[in-house]
Protein backbone atom coordinates (compact mmCIF):
# COMPACT_ATOMS: atom_id res chain seq x y z
CA UNK A 1 0.00 0.00 0.00
CA UNK A 2 1.65 3.54 -0.85
CA UNK A 3 0.83 5.53 2.02
CA UNK A 4 2.47 9.30 1.81
CA UNK A 5 2.44 12.33 3.66
CA UNK A 6 4.08 14.88 0.76
CA UNK A 7 4.88 18.30 2.06
CA UNK A 8 5.38 20.81 -0.28
CA UNK A 9 7.55 23.97 0.70
CA UNK A 10 9.98 26.85 -0.23
CA UNK A 11 13.46 27.57 1.61
CA UNK A 12 12.38 31.14 0.92
CA UNK A 13 9.05 31.13 2.69
CA UNK A 14 8.11 32.98 5.52
CA UNK A 15 5.17 31.14 6.28
CA UNK A 16 7.21 27.56 6.22
CA UNK A 17 10.14 29.05 8.92
CA UNK A 18 6.76 29.97 10.96
CA UNK A 19 5.25 26.60 10.56
CA UNK A 20 8.35 24.82 11.34
CA UNK A 21 8.00 24.23 15.15
CA UNK A 22 4.30 22.77 14.39
CA UNK A 23 5.63 20.76 11.68
CA UNK A 24 8.52 19.47 13.61
CA UNK A 25 5.69 18.52 16.14
CA UNK A 26 2.94 16.82 13.60
CA UNK A 27 6.42 14.53 12.15
CA UNK A 28 6.89 13.43 15.19
CA UNK A 29 3.57 12.89 16.57
CA UNK A 30 3.00 10.84 13.50
CA UNK A 31 5.77 8.37 13.81
CA UNK A 32 4.43 7.84 17.13
CA UNK A 33 1.31 6.76 15.83
CA UNK A 34 2.09 5.16 12.54
CA UNK A 35 6.09 4.57 12.96
CA UNK A 36 7.53 3.18 9.02
CA UNK A 37 3.92 2.65 7.51
CA UNK A 38 3.98 6.65 7.02
CA UNK A 39 6.40 8.10 4.54
CA UNK A 40 6.75 12.19 4.63
CA UNK A 41 8.26 13.53 1.31
CA UNK A 42 9.39 16.79 0.70
CA UNK A 43 8.33 18.45 -2.79
CA UNK A 44 9.90 22.06 -3.57
CA UNK A 45 7.18 24.04 -5.01
CA UNK A 46 9.44 26.83 -6.30
CA UNK A 47 8.18 30.33 -5.14
CA UNK A 48 10.07 32.18 -7.51
CA UNK A 49 12.50 31.65 -11.12
CA UNK A 50 16.21 33.08 -10.96
CA UNK A 51 16.59 36.49 -11.53
CA UNK A 52 19.33 39.36 -10.41
CA UNK A 53 17.13 41.84 -10.30
CA UNK A 54 17.03 43.55 -7.07
CA UNK A 55 13.69 43.35 -5.34
CA UNK A 56 11.57 46.45 -5.78
CA UNK A 57 11.17 48.13 -2.42
CA UNK A 58 7.21 47.91 -2.60
CA UNK A 59 7.77 44.08 -2.65
CA UNK A 60 10.69 44.30 0.08
CA UNK A 61 7.83 46.35 2.62
CA UNK A 62 5.52 43.87 1.98
CA UNK A 63 7.72 40.91 2.97
CA UNK A 64 8.96 43.03 6.16
CA UNK A 65 5.20 42.95 7.11
CA UNK A 66 4.27 39.48 6.57
CA UNK A 67 7.44 38.64 8.92
CA UNK A 68 5.73 41.02 11.36
CA UNK A 69 2.73 39.61 10.75
CA UNK A 70 4.07 35.51 10.97
CA UNK A 71 6.00 36.67 14.22
CA UNK A 72 2.73 38.45 15.64
CA UNK A 73 0.68 35.09 15.16
CA UNK A 74 3.33 32.84 15.73
CA UNK A 75 5.93 34.77 18.05
CA UNK A 76 8.48 33.66 15.11
CA UNK A 77 11.78 34.98 15.51
CA UNK A 78 13.27 37.46 12.27
CA UNK A 79 16.40 39.30 12.07
CA UNK A 80 15.36 42.56 10.44
CA UNK A 81 18.99 43.41 9.94
CA UNK A 82 18.63 41.06 6.66
CA UNK A 83 16.76 44.02 4.56
CA UNK A 84 19.58 46.37 5.23
CA UNK A 85 22.60 44.31 5.14
CA UNK A 86 21.72 42.35 1.57
CA UNK A 87 20.64 43.25 -1.60
CA UNK A 88 16.97 41.08 -1.91
CA UNK A 89 16.31 39.27 -4.83
CA UNK A 90 12.77 37.54 -5.76
CA UNK A 91 14.68 34.13 -6.63
CA UNK A 92 14.32 31.21 -4.69
CA UNK A 93 14.98 28.52 -7.69
CA UNK A 94 18.63 28.98 -6.44
CA UNK A 95 17.98 27.66 -2.79
CA UNK A 96 15.64 25.13 -3.92
CA UNK A 97 19.11 23.79 -6.34
CA UNK A 98 20.65 23.83 -2.95
CA UNK A 99 18.66 22.06 -1.39
CA UNK A 100 18.46 19.06 -4.05
CA UNK A 101 22.33 19.10 -4.20
CA UNK A 102 22.61 18.74 -0.48
CA UNK A 103 20.01 15.68 -0.73
CA UNK A 104 22.40 14.15 -3.21
CA UNK A 105 24.79 13.96 0.27
CA UNK A 106 21.80 13.31 2.64
CA UNK A 107 21.35 16.65 3.98
CA UNK A 108 18.31 17.86 2.71
CA UNK A 109 16.89 18.28 5.76
CA UNK A 110 19.65 20.32 7.22
CA UNK A 111 20.42 22.42 3.86
CA UNK A 112 16.35 23.29 4.53
CA UNK A 113 17.19 23.92 7.97
CA UNK A 114 20.06 25.82 7.14
CA UNK A 115 19.21 28.36 4.70
CA UNK A 116 15.88 29.01 6.69
CA UNK A 117 18.42 30.60 9.07
CA UNK A 118 20.11 31.66 7.42
CA UNK A 119 17.76 34.08 5.94
CA UNK A 120 15.42 34.57 8.76
CA UNK A 121 18.56 34.74 11.91
CA UNK A 122 21.55 35.36 10.29
CA UNK A 123 20.77 38.09 7.74
CA UNK A 124 22.76 35.85 5.03
CA UNK A 125 21.08 36.16 0.89
CA UNK A 126 19.83 32.66 0.63
CA UNK A 127 19.43 33.66 -3.46
CA UNK A 128 23.02 33.62 -3.39
CA UNK A 129 25.84 30.69 -4.33
CA UNK A 130 28.01 32.06 -1.88
CA UNK A 131 25.48 31.52 0.95
CA UNK A 132 24.67 27.91 -0.58
CA UNK A 133 28.47 27.20 -0.14
CA UNK A 134 28.71 28.16 2.80
CA UNK A 135 26.17 26.29 4.07
CA UNK A 136 27.48 23.10 2.09
CA UNK A 137 30.90 23.44 4.38
CA UNK A 138 28.68 24.10 6.92
CA UNK A 139 27.45 21.08 7.32
CA UNK A 140 30.60 19.05 6.11
CA UNK A 141 29.34 18.17 2.83
CA UNK A 142 32.04 17.38 -0.45
CA UNK A 143 32.01 20.75 -1.33
CA UNK A 144 33.41 19.52 -5.11
CA UNK A 145 30.51 17.56 -5.58
CA UNK A 146 28.19 20.02 -3.96
CA UNK A 147 29.04 22.72 -6.59
CA UNK A 148 28.82 20.27 -9.65
CA UNK A 149 25.44 19.26 -8.26
CA UNK A 150 24.16 22.15 -8.14
CA UNK A 151 24.91 23.58 -11.70
CA UNK A 152 23.65 20.40 -12.87
CA UNK A 153 21.27 19.91 -15.30
CA UNK A 154 19.95 16.77 -13.03
CA UNK A 155 19.48 18.93 -10.81
CA UNK A 156 17.40 21.52 -12.54
CA UNK A 157 15.29 18.84 -13.82
CA UNK A 158 14.62 17.37 -10.58
CA UNK A 159 13.76 20.75 -9.47
CA UNK A 160 11.56 21.35 -12.32
CA UNK A 161 10.19 17.34 -11.73
CA UNK A 162 8.70 18.73 -8.03
CA UNK A 163 7.78 21.79 -9.28
CA UNK A 164 5.11 19.68 -11.51
CA UNK A 165 4.44 17.75 -8.45
CA UNK A 166 3.07 20.20 -6.60
CA UNK A 167 1.24 21.41 -9.49
CA UNK A 168 -0.40 18.36 -9.60
CA UNK A 169 -0.96 17.52 -6.01
CA UNK A 170 -1.60 20.68 -4.30
CA UNK A 171 -0.96 24.19 -6.10
CA UNK A 172 -2.53 25.58 -2.97
CA UNK A 173 0.60 27.67 -1.82
CA UNK A 174 3.13 27.10 0.67
CA UNK A 175 3.22 25.04 2.85
CA UNK A 176 0.38 22.63 2.03
CA UNK A 177 0.26 19.03 2.92
CA UNK A 178 -1.44 16.27 0.46
CA UNK A 179 -2.06 12.73 1.64
CA UNK A 180 -1.85 10.10 -0.67
CA UNK A 181 -3.29 6.55 0.17
CA UNK A 182 -3.01 4.03 -2.90
CA UNK A 183 -4.82 5.91 -5.52
CA UNK A 184 -6.89 8.48 -2.65
CA UNK A 185 -5.45 11.98 -2.32
CA UNK A 186 -6.60 14.17 0.69
CA UNK A 187 -5.67 18.16 1.45
CA UNK A 188 -4.85 18.58 4.93
CA UNK A 189 -5.31 22.24 5.72
CA UNK A 190 -1.91 23.94 7.73
CA UNK A 191 -2.46 24.59 10.90
CA UNK A 192 0.03 26.60 12.20
CA UNK A 193 -0.61 26.14 15.84
CA UNK A 194 -1.98 22.71 16.10
CA UNK A 195 -0.34 19.78 15.12
CA UNK A 196 -2.93 17.36 17.13
CA UNK A 197 -5.18 18.78 14.45
CA UNK A 198 -3.65 18.01 11.48
CA UNK A 199 -2.82 14.50 13.26
CA UNK A 200 -6.47 14.15 13.68
CA UNK A 201 -7.13 14.69 9.87
CA UNK A 202 -4.57 12.27 8.64
CA UNK A 203 -5.88 9.39 11.27
CA UNK A 204 -9.40 10.52 9.80
CA UNK A 205 -8.44 10.14 6.33
CA UNK A 206 -6.27 7.00 6.92
CA UNK A 207 -9.20 5.05 8.95
CA UNK A 208 -11.47 1.96 7.79
CA UNK A 209 -14.58 4.11 7.35
CA UNK A 210 -12.82 6.44 4.98
CA UNK A 211 -10.89 4.39 3.06
CA UNK A 212 -13.04 1.12 2.78
CA UNK A 213 -9.90 -0.60 4.03
CA UNK A 214 -7.55 -1.76 7.03
CA UNK A 215 -4.97 0.47 7.84
CA UNK A 216 -1.48 -1.37 9.40
Known amino acids: MTTKLFYFHDPMCSWCWGFTPTWSQLQQQLKLEFGTKLETQYVLGGLAPDSDVPMPQELQDTLQQYWKRIHNLLGTTFNFDFWQ??????????????????????????????????????????????????????????????????????????????????????????????????????????????????????????SPSSQGQNYG
Request: charged residues 20%.
Open 85 to 206: QCTPRRSTYPACRAVIAASNQGKEIAMIDGLQRAYYLRALNPSDTSTHIQLAEELGLDLDAFHDDIISSETEQELQNQIQLYKELSANGFPSLTLQNNNTLTQIPVDYKNASAMLDLIKQAL
